[in-house]
């Protein structure tokens, strides 16, 4: 929403999102969430709170997971964005989707693209999480539905299906 | 040919599971119609007051807005739920702060915010009541007169319509008493409330949105646009979490952006942020609950007074109906003897509460389960053998003098979650260890019912309709206006469908609701759809497989024992003959009251739901007196809710449900200021994240009842009762102390335990008779 006073100064930034290049003409501070959807119509990513505290707009940026709604597209500038949009491989579900789908670890929804890429972050730093590290890793991301149990079984069942990095490495 | 094995009873993947995991599905901020502009909406700063003067600040180019105020509604300036207190824009006055005055349309979202705070209104202001307590006194009257003055709706419930007799206060051993209050709660979906809205000179009003009953919208823009219902059409679209926040609230906002559409002449999109949708939607009613109850010495209850009264806010909204499911709640699951229930619902300057998820059951459940742990105390018995001496069960009447047929056994239910929960044996620990340490221990449990369906005669006044009908590739598809929010409408009611036409799960399919396309199967609320909706969508397939039976293989047409003797293909076959020959096939079915339910709503007695939930539920907590936190480590929730029709999504509802009920207990408080929402933000009011909740172990007792689809009851808001009594009562078990309201947060542990330096036990040294009525709750310095 800080389109208003930035309307007439544009900025060119190139990212990468989901593989691909992308340059947006933007107001330098408009919040990585608004560029995602309005600009490049992926709205897979969520508004919640708009003041990162529910993961709803979650993304992965450089392999970080971030709240969008706290990056202003300047910082950007050269990054490697993952949305939930990107996750899939080869428009197959990901083992982590496919997980969330067979355990109930998705009600409504909403929290759900913020869920994945929370799980996928925590899997890619560890890989056989234990259940107080996956509490953990996935405390920046309100569900008001399923009360966590659910997706929390649905990580260790993602866990499980993947085999550990060490050992493929 | 084989059995095709049911579906009910599986667990199939959810319908729309798919592209939420995706982050496909559609939900209504994700939607951009052609030509759509923004809405917001100009707020009352002030919670009561005259309006003196609105203006403009020159500033902004008002020019390219659109603004609607009262005048421009086209019907009544009303949002109507059960009566017509509430406009839908203020004109004159204003009765809680965030009242909607003025609203506001612009193509570019971005420059609302600026807009809507460059309109300035003036106000005489008028002195304004935030507490029962304060409406009470009557000093202003804020709504209605006379009699109703500041209230919205009263209920006397007597057991057999008769008083309590003044000699069972007389002759009994004991009475006790004790106040218990609950706070509001925020339903705190992650998707705020929002809308599309377009308006067509010919055909009407279009409003698509995130909602939980699509038929109350339709009735809410008929009344607004003074329209009849054929040219109000509204279509739910994926909604991220309602919890009862969605079924109220869509009328406002949706009559709001459908005015804007019409005077703008564009689609027009109305999605608020989460500050405004904390700061000016429904919450759960706070609620004051007084109890006196005469009991005997064996812990027998003889008779029971309770005094309830819940917080409306400012307009009636849904008050009167949550009041009446607290009311036939609050006596819980037990046999009273004589009981009196006197109920109020009263009006405040606060934003109107609404409904969420329990819809004022567990306000009522909360002081009950509190008030039984007290009165086994004075008594002498534990918290277990108090409830065992009066439980309800099959045979017995309720408070409301319903018999109870089916089924009932709490004492099975009592000792298979003490069991389960390793209840005596803990409690044993922590008794021996407490005393030794700073972190106290405690667990806790409480009992409870829950009705489901629309109360009384409510389900016959809805009159709820459902169809299938075949698509032309052949298939059945389901039309309801019950609508999917996360709690698995859709893929059980595509469940129910499948096992009643033989067919595979994956072959059903389920409409969005359209109320231009589906029938009114009635709001989805109430815990009612899997009972009641679902039972109409297995009569509606019986129904259309009765219709393509000549179409079948042949030998076929025993009714029940068909199934099994086609395939998929075969009735695709079917199907698709009969739809050549007849063009289409569409089947119905509508709700059946039972013969024997019968419902007086001017007594308070009678069938109050066709079938209950019963429930058990055990906290374990620990106190640390350093930090003065409680934090529940263990949840066990056993529960009977008839036949589970899908495992994962049942204990996913009831694991939801009391993570609700512990937040709801434990952490959730709005912060009022001068009638405003101090803390309308994530960032203060705290909902429990992942690292919050404990092991939460659901069970269910599956006992088929006979009167919703394969057997099953209610499921969705009977978690939200339980946890919260649950979990004070192990609370007083681990402290010793007994809170009696809720939100109970560190600071209100710590002010209790520091009130009086060495003590950490109450004195119940007193003897407590009829005599001295002692208030027991309370250390006596």
Redesign the interface.
Known sequence: ????RG?FEMTRVALTVNDEKRIVETPPMKRLLDVL?EDLHL?????????G??G?CAVLMNGDLVNSCLVPILQTQGAEII???G??IDKK?HPI??C?????G????????GM?LATYHLLENIPQPTLLQ???G???????????????NSVLAAAAKATPQSETQ | MTNRPQTVGSSPIRKEGRDKVLGRAQYIDDITLPGMWFGATVRSSIPRGRITSISFDPAIPWHEYTIVSAADIPGENTIVHLTKDHPCLAVTHVNHCQEPILLLAHPNRAVLPAAVAAVHITYEELPAIFTIEDSEKKEQIIWGEGENANTFKTYLMQKDQKPIPDEVWQTADYIVEGEYRTGAQEQLYIENNGVIAEYDPEKGVTVRGSMQCPFYLVHALELVFNLPAEKCRVIQTETGGAFGGKEDFPSVIGSHAALLAMKSAHPVKLCYDRAEDMAATTKRHPSRTRHRTAVSKDGKLLAGEIDFAIDGGAYATLSPVVLSRGTIHAPGPYHWPHLTVRAKAMATNIPPHGAFRGFGAPQSIFALERHMDKIAKVVGLTPEELRRRNFLGTGYRTATGQLLKDPVDMQHLLTRALEESNYHAKRKQFDAENPISTIKRGIGFATFFHGAGFTGSGERRLNSLVEIELTAEGRPRILVSSTEFGQGTNTILCQIAADALNLPYEEVLIAQPDTTLVPNSGPTVASRTAMVVGKLVERAAESLLASLAPFLPPLLNRARSRAAQYTRTQFCHAALKYLAQHGSLKTEARYQSPGDIFWDDNTYSGEAYPAYAWAVYVAEVVVDTTTYSAQVTNFYALQEVGKVLHPILAAGQIEGGVAQGIGYALYEKCLWRNGHLANNQMTNYIMPTSADLPSIHVSFEEVPSPHGAYGAKGIGELPMDGPAPAILNAIEHATGLAFNEIPLLPEDIFERMTRIPTSSTEDLDPIIDRDTQVETSEVSA
């Open positions: 929403m800080q389109a208003d309307k959807r709205t897979g990513a969520k508004e919640g709170c708009g003041e505290e529910c709803a949305t939930i949009e996750i899939a579900l989707q496919q969330f789908l067979e355990q109930g998705a009600q409504c929804g909403i929290c759900t693209p994945i996956i509490q953990e996935l405390n920046g991301n309100l569900c008001r539905c399923t009360g966590y149990m659910r997706i929390f």
